[in-house]
Antibody
Framework: QVQLVESGGGVVQPGGSLRLSCAASGFTFSSYGMHWVRQAPGKGLEWVAF????????YYADSVKGRFTISRDNSKNTLYLQMNSLRAEDTAVYYC???????????????WGQGTMVTVSS | DIQMTQSPSSLSASVGDRVTITCRASQGISNYLAWYQQKPGKVPKLLIY???TLQSGVPSRFSGSGSGTDFTLTISSLQPEDVATYYC??????????FGPGTKVDIK
């Protein structure tokens, strides 16, 4: 079945770095754009970053631009989020999500992972 | 950037009631609008895309409408399992892919 499994979350000090991974299975990963979305404790959903199916285009929320980098390895069916210069306000559950249609950058998110918690605290 | 607003922020209704949630975009987004349901402690789930198309497996009591800047999500007959927070999201050709602030629905 179609599945996304995130890993790499944890506790990190302010200013620190963390890399999240999202392992995909059950679909042709290299054909779909992928997103990261986060949710701070008790808050709503915040879109973080997007990468095109072939990695050629990347977009970021203003709140993470210059600090976070989205990437993918289509040979390993894996999506990544490199997070640098972390701040307390980056504390959240981070979800990876798949675009619903192949080959397009602009579509709804039809499959979500279970999320991985990132806590930024001294 | 286009801003997304939702109203109400929360509502309480009885089982069997018709429930309507409104989402408004600060600029026109055609029909590039999705609705998600997030039950407490769970992962968001896609309910509706393209403003009015029901995702496979979603009960038919859910429906969406609208285009341009004004959209609605309707639950025709509220069920106990519909207790959740509902988010709209725009995904047109201009990132960010902004979510609305959410509408929390519970049972009276």
């Amino acid at each position: 079945q179609v599945q996304l499994v995130e890993s790499g979350g944890g506790v990190v000090q302010p200013g620190g770095s963390l890399r999240l991974s999202c392992a995909a299975s059950g679909f042709t990963f290299s054909s779909y754009g992928m997103h990261w979305v986060r949710q701070a404790p008790g808050k709503g959903l915040e879109w973080v970053a997007f990468i095109r199916y072939d990695g050629s285009n990347k977009y970021y929320a203003d709140s993470v631009k210059g600090r976070f980098t989205i990437s993918r390895d289509n040979s390993k069916n894996t999506l990544y989020l490199q997070m640098n210069s972390l701040r307390a306000e980056d504390t959240a559950v981070y979800y990876c999500a798949k675009t619903a249609a192949a080959g397009t950058s602009y579509d709804a998110f039809d499959i979500w992972g279970q999320g991985t918690m990132v806590t930024v605290s001294s | 950037d286009i801003q997304m607003t939702q109203s109400p922020s929360s509502l309480s209704a009885s089982v069997g009631d018709r429930v309507t949630i409104t989402c408004r975009a600060s600029q026109g987004i055609s029909n590039y609008l999705a609705w998600y349901q997030q039950k407490p402690g769970k992962v968001p789930k896609l309910l509706i895309y393209a403003a009015s198309t029901l995702q496979s497996g979603v009960p038919s009591r859910f429906s969406g409408s609208g285009s341009g800047t004004d959209f609605t999500l309707t639950i025709s007959s509220l069920q106990p399992e519909d207790v959740a927070t509902y988010y709209c999201q725009k995904y047109n050709s201009a990132p960010p892919f902004t979510f609305g602030p959410g509408t929390k629905v519970d049972i009276k």
